[in-house]
């Protein structure tokens, strides 16, 4: 499996507060992707990153904002959580090679 | 724009073969995934097609791409309980040039009777 961690795993926070998700790999991959799972919709990309300090939008960006300041870590912010972004979020890393990504084992986040 | 299809439920019996069903939209997608997911679990990629081959075999797994119709079926050979679990597709939707970024199915939950 792809060296990737997630953390925390679970969470539960209340509305307006930040929120931060941290995705950790050892692959040294140069890319690196936000997704939420939602019923119904499969996996969304959020946010991506293509290198350090490299970032761009995803289809879902509304709300959340990326950070990349070392290769090995991708941070997903949530300025003020909402209700609509319970979900389960994954990060995700690619390596260039056929498009090919490897998943992390996903954050539960709970907003009340 | 870009969009993928899959049928949200299938169930089969031990032994039987499953055909999870995939449709997508952009013709230009160079690479398609099969991905599988396994109760609170990540996403686990099981195989791929380059778009310029109709067909892919890895152990039991058939995976079947028709470019004319955008088609893309993964047949799992003799189902065991084990192979319970959601299924995505995938597709890299912008060529050798993109990014990476993947658009994924609903994904289709796949129960296996015993």
């Known amino acids: 499996d792809a060296g990737i961690t997630q953390s925390p795993r679970h969470k539960v926070t209340e509305t307006g507060t930040p929120v931060t998700l941290r995705c950790h790999q050892t692959?040294?991959?140069?890319?690196m992707y936000w997704y939420r799972q939602d019923p119904g919709h499969g996996l969304r990309l959020i946010h991506y990153s293509y290198g350090v300090k490299d970032t761009d939008k995803g289809e879902v960006s509304d709300g959340y904002s990326v950070s990349r300041s070392k290769t090995e870590d991708f941070l997903l912010t949530l300025e003020s959580a909402t209700s609509s972004q319970t979900s389960v979020y994954f990060c995700?890393?690619?390596?260039?090679?056929?498009?090919?990504?490897?998943f992390g084992p996903g954050t539960r986040l709970l907003v009340l | 724009g870009e969009d993928v299809e899959q049928s949200l439920f299938l169930s089969v019996r031990e032994g039987d073969s499953s055909v999870i069903n995939c449709t997508y939209t952009d013709s230009s997608s160079t690479y398609l995934y099969w991905y599988k997911q396994e109760p609170g679990a990540g996403l686990q990629l099981l195989t791929y097609i380059f778009s310029n081959m109709d067909m892919k075999q890895d152990q039991r797994l058939t995976v079947l791409l028709n470019k004319k119709d955008k088609h893309l079926s993964l047949r799992i050979a003799d189902t065991q309980t084990g192979d319970s679990a959601i299924y995505f597709c995938?597709?890299?939707?912008?060529?050798?040039?993109?990014?990476?970024?993947?658009?994924f199915g609903q994904g289709t939950t796949l129960q296996v009777k015993p």
């Open positions: 692959e040294n991959h140069r890319y």
């Open positions: 995700a890393i690619g390596t260039g090679r056929e498009e090919t990504q490897y």
């Open positions: 995938a597709e890299s939707p912008y060529g050798s040039s993109n990014t990476g970024k993947l658009i």
